[in-house]
């Protein structure tokens, strides 16, 4: 008991609360079994504390609670506790006012105690509400352990009384029922006088100051003495073998004693050993939820880091696919635009290909003319041979004319070189600059490529200054086209320009040999004018045709020009297509690793997933063994209380016997005629 108040004083303070004195003497007291706290007025923290301290074993057998004023909450933990206490016989809560809660409480404590055998209730209110004595009449019917109940002065009317009635009929245990002062009435009472006729059990039942007909009490009294009536009848009947019966009833007692205290040894034994098994399954799951615990812990954080993660990701992907998605809108616009170039450059060149040819076929009609007017003059030649010597004298004159042609000959051939120099010169420069515009763009084509990886690790932001730089560099690539272009097309009219003065000056060439082919003719009249003209006709004719393959020259380096051009434009296509082609691999590949991080957060879950299942399972596990445990333990302590419960029959039986066996005695004795004898003495 000491340590029972000790107990009480420390959940007193856990809750805040200070101990009430009364009760810490009480506990601490020597109570003999029993503690009494009745007429103690109990706060709700000493009912809490009191609630805690009364499950299981304690160390008292009866306990007093009447007049304590108890609260409803009050009574609820204090019945609460009582549910799985296995010590206390006794119970007196009389004079608290029990109501709806408290009625609720006590059918709570009827079903799930089985060591109360008395419970006295007197100066209540449970009858005043159906549901609340509702609830207390199943209890009373599920249990089968109670012995005495009182209910005096509790308020019960003829429902209240049915309800009772129905508890009794299915009752096994129940032997003496008080219900004095109440207000069970008629139709109460008839209920119960049908209830005895199923209840063999009750031996017992008080219903005075009930209004209930006295027929009726009559009727209830002897129902419930009939049982011992008919024991006593067969007694006597069997007086003659009692003697054997129980001497023989005494042995096996004996013996069933000795077997039964044995095999409580055992089964506590057992029950230790079993106890130990469970503390440490209770110690190893409690460390396994511990262990997984933590381990969800980690895996959840891991799994939102990952979440984090995966959503940046779907965001940089997200981005990405709209800038992939507008550079390929631009792609596909400078796509159509080279086309249309190409198509452009390609009428062009078929232009200047045609203008070539027709060139070419003109020269060489040219070309035939003249090797036709050499024939006609070499046949003149041989005709005016015998003119030479006349015409000499002319000869000179036209040498003259002919050194000056010459020197005009010289003079365009010196402009013409001056203007192809000029034009290769031009022509160098174009291409330096090409070059020197290629070299930035490629310088420009590296900055971005390092800016577009650094970007692209960096953030959103970047992605968009680059793309801005790129529409610059597309841009600047537009106009540095349109600007080739311009230029090709300024080069393009400048070669027209000087076809256009080649063509001139060769009309002009062609009007002076039509003038020398009239002196020619003039020449006819002597030898000597004619075969210098021939002479010089050759000379003449040799260089109009290398004029003519200078031209042609020309025109074929100016078709290399022009394919040389189109083969840059190729490349810078190529080039672009190239660096389209690299980022849509880069994008891919980043793609590609964003894919394979989302299969891997993937096979991620698919383990938590696989780690929760395996602890629900576990966890599952573990509550079926203890469950089962608890169920092997509960199956003990049935037997065992079952044992118990026929030891105890069969010592009542017993001392029945016994009883009846002295009582047919002294009834013979006082029958004798010894026995009347000694009356008369």
């Known amino acids: 008991m000491e340590q029972l108040g000790r107990e009480y004083a420390r959940l007193c303070a856990a809750a805040g609360a200070a101990p009430q004195e009364a009760v810490l003497r009480r506990l601490r007291g020597p109570g003999g079994g029993r503690l009494d706290l009745a007429a103690q007025s109990l706060s709700l923290p000493t009912c809490s504390a009191l609630g805690r301290l009364l499950p299981g074993a304690a160390p008292f057998a009866a306990l007093a609670l009447g007049d304590c004023g108890l609260s409803e909450e009050g009574v609820r933990l204090l019945l609460n506790g009582l549910c799985t206490n296995t010590t206390v016989k006794s119970l007196d809560m009389k004079g608290n006012n029990l109501r709806t809660m408290g009625a609720e409480a006590l059918g709570k404590l009827l079903r799930q105690n089985k060591s109360i055998r008395s419970l006295t209730l007197e100066w209540n209110s449970l009858g005043m509400w159906a549901e609340g004595f509702s609830f207390f009449c199943q209890g009373l019917r599920a249990n089968n352990f109670l012995q005495r109940l009182d209910l005096r002065n509790n308020q019960i009317n003829h429902q209240g009384a049915g309800e009772l009635a129905m508890a009794l009929t299915q009752n096994t245990s129940l032997q003496e029922l008080d219900l004095r002062w109440n207000n069970i009435g008629l139709l109460g009472g008839r209920a119960l006088l049908n209830c005895l006729h199923s209840n063999k059990t009750l031996k017992r039942l008080e219903l005075a100051g009930n209004n209930v007909p006295g027929d009726i009490l009559k009727a209830v009294e002897t129902c419930a003495r009939s049982p011992a009536l008919s024991a006593s009848e067969q007694a006597l009947d069997h007086n003659q073998d009692r003697e054997a019966i129980l001497s023989e009833a005494q042995n096996q007692v004996n013996i069933l004693s000795k077997e039964v205290l044995s095999l409580k040894d055992e089964k506590n034994k057992q029950f230790m050993d079993f106890v130990d098994t469970v503390d440490k399954q209770k110690e190893e799951r409690a460390r396994s939820e511990k262990m997984s615990a933590a381990r969800v812990s980690q895996l959840q954080e891991a799994l939102d880091e990952q979440y984090s993660i995966m959503n940046s990701l779907k965001t940089k992907l997200q981005m990405t696919e709209a800038a992939l998605a507008l550079s390929e809108q631009k792609v596909r616009t400078l796509g159509e635009l080279l086309n249309a170039m190409k198509q452009e450059q390609n009428s062009v060149a078929e232009c200047h290909f045609r203008e070539l040819q027709q060139q070419k076929q003109e020269g060489a009609d040219r070309e035939g003319r003249l090797l036709h007017d050499l024939s006609a003059a070499s046949e003149k030649n041989l005709l005016l041979r015998n003119q030479v010597d006349e015409l000499e004298r002319k000869c000179k004159v036209q040498q003259d004319q002919l050194f000056q042609l010459k020197q005009d000959l010289t ?113 006819t009249e002597s030898r000597d004018e004619a075969q210098n003209c021939c002479l010089k006709q050759k000379e003449m004719v040799a260089e109009a045709q290398a004029k003519a393959k200078q031209l042609s020259l020309y025109a074929d380096g100016l078709k290399r020009r022009l394919e040389e051009l189109q083969q840059d434009l190729d490349r810078k296509e190529e080039e672009k297509v190239t660096e389209l082609n690299k980022m849509k691999v880069e994008l891919q590949e980043q793609i590609g690793h964003l894919e394979a991080e989302r299969t891997a957060q993937d096979g991620l879950r698919e383990k938590i997933a696989a780690l929760e299942r395996q602890l629900k399972a576990l966890s599952s596990n573990h509550r079926e063994a203890l469950l089962d445990k608890e169920g092997e333990i509960s199956l003990l302590t049935e037997k065992l209380r079952m044992k118990e419960a026929e030891i105890s029959r ?32």
């Open 411 to 523: 003079n365009t051939t010196a402009e013409l070189k001056l203007r192809a120099v000029e034009a290769e010169e031009r022509l160098e420069m174009e291409k330096r600059r090409f070059k020197q515009s290629l070299e930035d763009m490629e310088s420009l084509r590296v900055k971005e490529v390092d800016r577009v990886a650094q970007q692209m690790e960096a953030s959103e932001r970047s992605m968009h200054d680059r793309i801005q730089r790129l529409e610059a560099i597309r841009i600047s690539l537009d106009e540095e086209l349109s600007q080739v272009k311009v230029a090709a097309l300024t080069e393009r009219g400048r070669a027209e320009e000087e076809l256009i003065k080649v063509r001139s000056q060769a009309r002009l060439e062609e009007q002076r040999l039509e003038h020398l082919e009239e002196k020619l003719r003039l020449m």
């Open 650 to 681: 069969m010592r009542e039986e017993e001392a029945q016997r016994a009883s009846f066996l002295q009582n047919a005695i002294m009834a013979y004795v006082q029958g004798s005629p010894l026995g009347t004898h000694s009356s008369r003495k």
